[in-house]
């Protein structure tokens, strides 16, 4: 059986009913000056009660969150340390992912075209909207970031076309030579959280306690996660939109609405026929104030270009002749085949880094089908 337990109301009830016997008691048998006294103690109980209202309906509006928030020393310290830890994370995994050697991938990205972004007013404060950069360059993709008005961004693109890459790179510029004030920004896997079960917030701050536990530490306060995002002090970077079937899909962008003010900022990303079709739904919508960019498509050139600063600067006939086929011959197999960033990776890393000889892939695209 469920106990009752008073609210706030109920225990203001409690105490007028009891506190009005009690006075007439004393009142009646005890004399005046007893009731006074009597009258003193009771009214500490009622000062009590606004106290106890206010903790129980935080709890109530913001669950997940401590009602205790770290003071502004300890949230500066967390703040700081999760900056240092999330930076160090991506720097190793830019180094894994060989985002910066010999020479970056360039990836040209510009506003999308399609008809799912807000109006331009909502989402800058210029003349007109622009967002254009390569990713050669991404301190510029970072700046066309800091000038929109909410500094909410959605990166499109299909299957390989190196959205997460570049959400990746804009993090750890974004880290590396922040403004001050800025938030920290945090990537994350959309598809742990359930909008259904759990509020944005308060999986925000679930997931800073989970990935990063030097936060727990009482150096920082009771529930430095909570109060990091509370206070607006993370950006989240939320990775694959995508990966939701089609229904959650919509249902996500409408609970990021719901939940965001104009303190929030966010980076999403999402393969464009899947947000395309999120935007479209009957009770579909697009995120509110927030730009949406697309990658120019890789051209046989660019992967000659990419292939050549990847290998060394004398190598065999094999190497040549794919190279020089790659821009000679733009529609051949392997040359379509090499236009988006994750392929030219994947070649890299089977046939570069491994110093194999790509006369196989090179003899499989040449030949006919074999039937």
Same mark, same amino acid.
């Given at each position: 059986m469920r106990r009752w337990r008073p609210t706030g109301g109920g225990l203001l009830l409690m105490l007028l009913v009891g506190s009005g016997a009690v006075l007439t008691y004393f009142l009646r048998f005890r004399g005046l000056q007893d009731a006074a006294?009597?009258?003193?103690? $009771? #009214?500490? @109980? !009622?000062? %009590? *009660?606004?106290?106890?209202?206010?903790?129980?309906?935080?709890? +109530? $509006? #913001?669950? @997940? !969150?401590? %009602? *205790?928030?770290?003071?502004?020393?300890?949230?500066?310290?967390? +703040?700081?340390?999760?900056?240092?830890?999330?930076?160090?994370?991506w720097r190793s995994e830019a180094a894994?992912? +060989?985002?910066?050697?010999?020479?970056?991938?360039?990836?040209?990205?510009?506003?999308?075209?399609?008809?799912v972004m807000d109006h331009p007013s909502h989402?800058?404060?210029?003349?007109?909207?622009?967002?254009?950069?390569?990713?050669?360059?991404?301190?510029?993709?970072?700046?066309?970031?800091?000038?929109?008005?909410?500094?909410?961004?959605?990166?499109?693109?299909?299957?390989?076309?190196?959205?997460?890459?570049?959400?990746?790179?804009?993090?750890?510029?974004?880290?590396?030579?922040?403004?001050?004030?800025?938030?920290?920004?945090?990537?994350?896997?959309?598809?742990?959280?359930?909008?259904?079960?759990?509020?944005?917030h308060a999986w925000l701050a679930r997931r800073l306690k989970e990935d990063y536990p030097a936060l727990r530490a009482t150096e920082f306060g009771s529930d430095a996660p909570g109060t990091l995002v509370a206070q607006r002090k993370i950006l989240p970077v939320l990775d694959g939109l995508d990966e939701f079937p089609e229904r959650v899909r919509t249902q996500v962008?409408?609970?990021?609405?719901?939940?965001?003010?104009?303190?929030?900022?966010?980076?999403?990303?999402?393969?464009?026929?899947?947000?395309?079709?999120?935007?479209?739904?009957?009770?579909?919508?697009?995120?509110?104030?927030?730009?949406?960019?697309?990658?120019?498509?890789?051209?046989?050139?660019?992967?000659?270009?990419?292939?050549?600063?990847?290998?060394?600067?004398?190598?065999?006939?094999?190497w040549q002749n794919l190279i020089v086929d790659l821009t000679a011959n733009p529609d051949s197999a392997i040359a379509q085949t090499l236009t988006t960033p994750l392929a030219l990776w994947l070649f890299r890393k089977v046939y570069i880094d491994t110093r194999t000889d790509p006369s196989d892939l090179w003899n499989a695209f040449n030949s006919p089908l074999q039937i």
């Open positions: 006294n009597v009258a003193a103690l $009771i #009214s500490l @109980g !009622f000062a %009590a *009660v606004p106290l106890l209202a206010s903790r129980r309906l935080w709890r +109530q $509006i #913001s669950p @997940g !969150f401590s %009602a *205790v928030a770290s003071n502004p020393q300890q949230v500066t310290l967390a +703040q700081q340390t999760l900056a240092a830890l999330i930076l160090a994370q894994v992912r +060989q985002l910066d050697d010999p020479a970056p991938l360039a990836v040209r990205w510009r506003l999308t075209e399609l008809a989402i800058t404060r210029l003349d007109r909207l622009r967002f254009d950069g390569c990713t050669d360059s991404i301190d510029e993709l970072v700046r066309e970031f800091r000038n929109l008005r909410y500094r909410r961004l959605v990166i499109l693109g299909e299957s390989g076309m190196g959205k997460t890459t570049l959400a990746v790179l804009m993090l750890r510029e974004l880290l590396e030579h922040p403004d001050p004030g800025e938030p920290v920004p945090v990537l994350l896997s959309l598809s742990s959280w359930d909008p259904a079960t759990e509020r944005l962008l409408i609970a990021l609405n719901a939940t965001m003010t104009t303190a929030d900022s966010m980076i999403l990303t999402c393969r464009t026929s899947a947000y395309q079709s999120a935007v479209a739904a009957p009770d579909g919508d697009i995120l509110t104030g927030g730009a949406v960019i697309e990658p120019n498509a890789l051209t046989p050139s660019d992967a000659s270009g990419y292939l050549k600063h990847c290998l060394p600067p004398v190598v065999g006939d094999t």
